[in-house]
């Protein structure tokens, strides 16, 4: 895997895919080979990753890694996005999603992926309130980080349509459509 990881070098390409990278390997080195694919996945100017049919990779759960007690509401339907060039690891951005009971979790999460460490960011409900809506980051410089948050849904109810109940969807409207805003 790491030999074929050092030829992608040669080529240039806009993304890549790497399919079955664990296969017949021992969990050290299946660690170890992850870890060199993280490593590359976030050098400057490499080309975006696709990692397909991860197997037995380990799960992250409440009490399993050390933290300071913060751990996300179980969503769906939520937006997240990487963050890279902040910190020395990606941060994870979750925003939103909705609850058990189509509700909006109006909340923003980071996960530091060094530390597996989850911190709250308070932001507005015009961002956070929303689900099946999309986010995207982009770094200035590790003072100047950006999210753009894209549509989404802001509550959902429960009608009879054709005998069968179905959720019908209220969507974000003008002016919170599109909102940029700076971590």
Not at 29 to 47: A, E, L, M, W
Request: aromatic share 6%.
């Amino acid at each position: 895997m790491l030999y074929l990881m050092a030829l992608q070098d040669i080529t240039n390409c806009p993304f890549r895919v790497v399919d079955e990278i664990n296969q017949g390997m021992d969990s050290i080195n299946k660690r170890s080979v992850f870890n060199q694919i993280v490593r590359t996945v976030n050098q400057r100017d490499t080309p975006q990753y696709f990692v397909l049919t991860p197997k037995n990779w380990e799960c992250l759960k409440q009490g399993a890694i050390p933290n300071d007690g913060l751990w996300p509401k179980e969503r769906c339907a939520h937006a997240s996005t990487i963050i890279n060039g902040v910190s020395t690891s990606p941060t994870l951005v979750v925003i939103g999603g909705g609850d058990n009971s189509n509700q909006p979790v109006k909340d923003c999460l980071l996960l530091d992926t060094n530390q597996y460490n989850w911190m709250k960011i308070p932001l507005p409900d015009t961002v956070t309130g929303r689900y099946t809506h999309t986010v995207s980051s982009f770094v200035l410089d590790p003072n100047h980080v950006f999210l753009i948050i894209v549509g989404g849904v802001v509550k959902a109810e429960q009608k009879h349509v054709g005998g069968v109940m179905i959720s019908i969807g209220t969507p974000v409207t003008d002016p919170n459509i599109t909102i940029v805003v700076e971590l």
